[in-house]
Each structure stands twice: as C-alpha cells, then as structure tokens.
C-alpha cells in the first residue's frame, strides 16, 4: 500500500520509519532543512533500544508530486491542519483514508471540511519521540502505539491493510471500534499534562508530588472528563483519578510537547487543549476553571516568539 505521511517529525517520522522498515511503500512529506536531509542520508531513528537507520527514503516537499495513495498520516501541528489538509488534496482517490495522529478532539472536525467526511478515519498515536536534528528522530523510552478506526466502529479494508502494515513494521497497532472514546482518552491526559508542565515550568515529577499542583493536575483532568461524557463519549465518572495513578509511573522528568514549544519560542496548540475544553465546555454548559486558567495564563505565548 501506498502511505503518505504529512509531517514527518516525531510522530510521523517514527511510525513512517518503521513502515518503512516493515516494506509499505511510504512518501514522507516534509520541508526546509528536514527534507533536504531525508533527500540526502535518508532518516535515523535513535533510541536505546529499538534505532532504525533508513539510508534512503523517498521525501518531497511538494504533495502534488506523488499522486494518489492509499492512506495519509496526517501529523502536522494544529495551527498548520486547513493549509496541510489542502495541500494533500491531490493524493486523495475514490477510497483513500486520512488519519489524524494530532492532538485534540476538534481535530477531524478541521479536516472534513476540506477533505470530506468519508475520507477521514480517526487515529491515536502514542510516542515519546521529537525531531533531534535534520533526518534524526530521538525516540524516548520504549511505548508506541498506533490506535485507529473508522468512526461508524466497522473494521474496514484500509483500516485492516494499515494494520498489517503495522505489524509487519514492528509497530504496536490495534483497530479500534470506538475510536472517538479512544481519542478522548489521550485528551484527558495529554491536556493536563501540557497545561501543569508549560504554565508550571516544570516536568511532571514535582507537579504530582506537591498535594496544591497535584491536586490541580486532577481537577484539570476532571474537567476534561466532564465535558467529554456532556458531550456524549462513553468515559468512565472515575477516569481522572485513574489517568492520576498512571501519572504516578511516568519518568519524573517527562514533560509536554507544548512545553518544548514554548521553550523555543515556537507558536502553542493552546487554543485546542486547554482553550479546547474550554469552549467545548461552553457548548455543553460545563464549567472549566481550572482550564480557563491555564488558557489565560498562556494565552499571550500561544502564537510563538523566539524570545521566549
């Protein structure tokens, strides 16, 4: 099968890589100094326990070059969905899929506008892994995993090629028949944990040690919680206090890609996290504080300066 990935950094340049290595056909869409290594020493994976080294893959900065393919990874950051989902109309066919591994819940919501509702499949994807330098991926530890269906819950044809595309690239991969609650899941976590970790300047370790932040943290998630079974996603009432416990085993010094953002200056997915929930929690008439909080607190840093 043919596989467009659209960003290729941390997240779609690891899964690609190992799409790659398990023998799919993969075009990595990319630019500037990025893509003119890929072109030149092809793509690295570092990491201490699983590295990949690609000495050739095939990379272009320009979608219109490749055609029709049969799945797109789409892994731009929020801010660049409407312009990357345009640029990937010329490889869209009768059938081909569009999975979002991005951040948020609005996420497809962004894209079915532009690329229609049936093309859209939804997707989570879990990696600890960032763009270390030009054609280098650093994966941190050893999670990954790829969660990803189609919204009406049927397991179709594409959903079941990517899949053995997956396994056969060493990639931990499941279909989902309820993939909305699955993307919800990683909502709730992933919004606090880049809201306590970038307003706080400080990695989760002492954030979930101090009871007032720890405490925080929770209300955060709770909140996340709420709006989501408001607006009809099948989350257990408890599911904060237990995304807590899992908080408990992380690496002390893990941190969120927003905080990394931050720190170089770089423009925040803010306004789809923490200002997600908020409006979201709007729409269903659920109050969110703690949230609104970490909203505006961030709010002036969230279209980026290099002086951060």
């Not at 010329?90 to 996420?107: H, W, Y």
Request: aromatic residues 6%.
């Amino acid at each position: 099968m043919r596989i467009a990935i659209m960003g290729s950094g941390g997240v779609g340049g690891y899964f690609g890589a190992r799409l790659v290595q398990g023998g799919a056909d993969v075009i990595f869409i990319a630019r500037g100094a990025h893509l003119q290594a890929m072109r030149e020493r092809g793509l690295t994976i570092e990491s201490a326990h699983d590295p990949i080294r690609l000495p050739k893959v095939n990379a272009t900065g320009d979608p219109v070059t490749i055609g029709r393919v049969d799945l797109v990874l789409f892994a731009v950051k929020l801010w660049d969905t409407e312009a990357a989902a345009r640029s990937i109309l010329p490889l869209i066919g009768s059938d081909t899929g569009i999975i979002s591994f991005q951040n948020g819940v609005q996420k497809d919501d962004m894209l079915r506008p532009i690329v229609g509702d049936g093309a859209v499949m939804g997707g989570v994807g879990y990696v600890a892994a960032a763009l270390s330098r030009p054609g280098v991926i650093a994966q941190t530890g050893t999670m990954q995993r790829l969660l990803f269906g189609e919204y009406d819950g049927r397991r179709s044809p594409r959903a079941e090629a990517l899949l053995a595309a997956c396994r056969r690239g060493g990639i931990n991969a499941e279909i989902s028949s309820d993939i909305r609650r699955e993307i919800w899941q990683k909502f709730v976590f992933l919004v606090a944990l880049s809201a306590t970790t970038t307003a706080m300047r400080l990695p989760v370790g002492p954030i979930r040690e101090h009871p007032l932040t720890r405490k925080f943290l929770l209300d955060l998630m709770k909140e996340v919680v709420a709006v989501g079974r408001a607006h009809g996603v099948a989350l257990p009432e408890d599911y904060a206090d237990e995304r807590l416990a899992f908080a408990d085993g992380l690496p002390a010094d893990m941190i969120a890609s927003m905080f990394h953002d931050l720190k170089q200056g770089k423009p925040l997915e803010l306004a789809w996290l923490s200002g997600g929930v908020v409006d979201l929690g709007a729409a269903a008439g659920v109050p969110t504080p703690a949230n609104r909080a970490v909203r505006d607190i961030l709010v002036l840093h969230a279209a980026g300066s290099r002086e951060t």
